[in-house]
């Protein structure tokens, strides 16, 4: 059983660019949470997606977006890239009330 | 902010316990205190989670005190691959009726697992 997977693992982006990251949630969960880890942090909630609709979301700028696809799957967008935005990206199935389950984060590098 | 206070660091010996403590004084009846660890630049991997009843699986056991304003996570046979950063959350309640909602972590507690 394939947990939470993400892609791609590593990238770089130049300020002002816009970057999307990717998320394939556990088998058989619904739910999709986005985090961000700033190096010595812990991951922050940026937002949750469940049955296609942001159902919450943290204190995070609307450069900061996102999307369900119908096989649960999720995306992160950022847009106009700033250096602080360089972090470790973190999604997080769940399933109804169950723990939600991370994957290994996509390591976002601004330059 | 975190709801929870838990001490930056801890040592351990190897094959012994290893007891980590949490305060959650705030804590909402229907909030649910979870555990988490993460391994240097890995994803949170989840550990256990409890209302009020205290829990056991294969990691570890967590013991909530009975007035449910601190907790205590186990493991019992701690390993050199323990060594992690040990996040305690309380998972807020939702608007919606459910308790889905998301996860506030704080600093954690790096525990060093020494031979």
Redo the contacts between chains.
Sequence with gaps: DAG?TQSPTHLIKTRGQQVTLRCSPKSGHD?V?W?QQALG?????IF?Y?EEEE??R?NFPDRFSGHQFPNYSSELNVNALLLGDSA?Y?C?S?L??G???????T?LTVV | DAKTTQPPSMDCAEGRAANLPCNHSTISGNEYVYWYRQIHSQGPQYIIHGLKNNETNEMASLIITEDRKSSTLILPHATLRDTAVYYCIVRVSTNYGGSQGNLIFGKGTKLSVKP
Excluded at chain 1, 41 to 45: A, E, K, M, R, T
Excluded at chain 1, 99 to 104: A, L, R, T, W
């Design positions: 939470v739910t949470s985090y942090q812990g991951p922050q909630f949750q469940y159902r919450q943290g470790l973190l997080a769940s109804e009330d723990p939600p389950y991370f994957g290994s984060g390591r």
